[in-house]
């Protein structure tokens, strides 16, 4: 089992403040997905970034994958109420079968208005 | 495309009961997958299927879990006989190789009560 640790586990902060999220692993991965999932729903994929240091941008969210391959962070600028939920990052351990999708511990983000 | 489609949304069911949830993945999807989600344990994967195979049904927690793939419309996860510590919500979801690398989309879940 390839185990991913987030951290923070809980962040709550105001709205229009800034926050880091991480996804730590000893394993390393061919690539690295982070999804977001709201109060009632199912997980739904945000960004996958493959190349080692690669960085991602989404609107106010940048994603960063770690040079060794091993790590990821995704930082929001200027949090929104809407931003709310549950952040999952998930590591893809090779690009050959459909099993090799692992998912991290989470972080549940709460924006204050 | 409707998405991936679960039923019950919710089931509430006495310890000893079986419990069937089922899922139809996106049309097109060869692999499909069912998680277990708790507060406690976050996101676990069962067991996921491949053009209708079980490939590694190793996250099933014992012997009163199975899980079907008839055809690649339909999949069934069965609990017999349930208890109280199989209170989760459990998802499924279903990718293809052919749309954004390993991108699995997940259905809404289904929220399960065993009193």
């Known amino acids: 089992t390839q185990l991913l640790e987030q951290s923070p586990q809980f962040l709550s902060i105001q709205e229009g403040e800034n926050l880091t999220v991480y996804c730590n692993s000893s394993s390393v991965f061919s690539s690295l997905q982070w999804y977001r999932q709201e109060p009632g729903e199912g997980p739904v994929l945000l960004v996958t970034v493959v190349t080692g240091g690669e960085v991602k941008k989404l609107k106010r969210l940048t994603f960063q994958f770690g040079d060794a391959r091993k790590d990821s962070s995704l930082h929001i600028t200027a949090a929104q109420p809407g931003d709310t939920g549950l952040y999952l990052c998930a590591g893809v351990y090779d690009q050959t079968g459909a099993n090799n999708l692992f998912f991290g511990t989470g972080t549940r983000l709460t924006v204050i208005p | 495309d409707a998405g991936v489609i679960q039923s019950p949304r919710h089931e509430v069911t006495e310890m000893g009961q079986e419990v069937t949830l089922r899922c139809k993945p996106i049309?097109?999807?060869?692999?499909l997958f069912w998680y277990r989600q708790t507060m406690m344990r976050g996101l676990e994967l069962l067991i996921y299927?491949?053009?209708?195979?079980?490939?590694?049904d190793s996250g099933m927690p014992e012997d009163r879990f199975s899980a079907k793939m008839p055809n690649a419309s339909f999949s069934t996860l069965k609990i017999q006989p349930s208890e109280p510590r199989d209170s989760a919500v459990y998802f499924c979801?279903?990718?293809?190789?052919?749309?954004?690398?390993?991108?699995?989309?997940f259905g809404p879940g289904t929220r399960l009560t065993v009193l």
């Open positions: 299927f491949n053009n209708n195979v079980p490939i590694d």
């Open positions: 979801a279903s990718s293809s190789p052919l749309f954004r690398l390993n991108e699995q989309f």
């Open positions: 049309s097109g999807h060869n692999s």
